[in-house]
C-alpha cells in the first residue's frame, strides 16, 4: 500500500514540474483524513475551490483514508527518532498505524524531511 502525502497530491493538482506519474493513481493508495483538509485548505487559500473542486474530490476518492482516531492520535504524542512538525507527527502517526495492523506501507511524498523520519521507523518511500 502506498501512502499518499499532500504535497504529492498539491503538485498533482497544482500541475507543478515535479509532480507523480500517472501510473501512481492506479496503485493501492491510503492517506490521512488530515489530508484530506490540508489539500482543501490549500486549494482555498488560492482561490482555486470553483476551477478544482470536482478534481479534488475525484483524487480524494482514490484514496482510502485513515481516520485520526485515538490510536493514531496517541502515538502522534509519543516522541519519533527525529524531530517532526505536528502535522506531519500526524501522518507518521497513521504510517505507524498501518503497520501495527501488518499493512506493509511504502511513501509517496516530495517532503524530504518526512521521507527522512518515515525511513527511521521503516517506511521505504516510493519512488516518484
Do not use: C, N
Request: net charge neutral.
Amino acid at each position: 500500500m502506498i501512502y499518499v502525502d499532500t504535497s504529492v497530491i498539491l503538485a498533482y493538482l497544482f500541475g507543478e514540474k515535479q509532480r507523480p506519474a500517472s501510473d501512481l493513481w492506479k496503485e493501492q493508495l491510503v492517506t490521512s483524513r488530515l489530508t484530506e483538509y490540508e489539500v482543501w485548505t490549500r486549494v482555498h487559500a488560492v482561490k482555486l475551490g470553483a476551477t478544482l473542486g470536482e478534481t479534488v474530490r475525484q483524487v480524494l476518492h482514490l484514496l482510502a483514508m485513515v481516520e485520526l482516531a485515538p490510536p493514531v492520535l496517541a502515538r502522534a504524542l509519543d516522541p519519533f527518532p527525529a524531530p517532526v512538525r505536528t502535522l506531519d507527527a500526524l501522518h507518521l502517526a497513521s504510517m505507524a498505524f498501518l503497520q501495527s495492523q501488518a499493512v506493509p506501507v511504502r511513501l509517496a511524498a516530495y517532503d524530504r524531511r518526512l521521507v527522512k523520519a518515515a525511513g527511521m521507523l521503516d517506511i521505504e518511500p516510493y519512488k516518484l
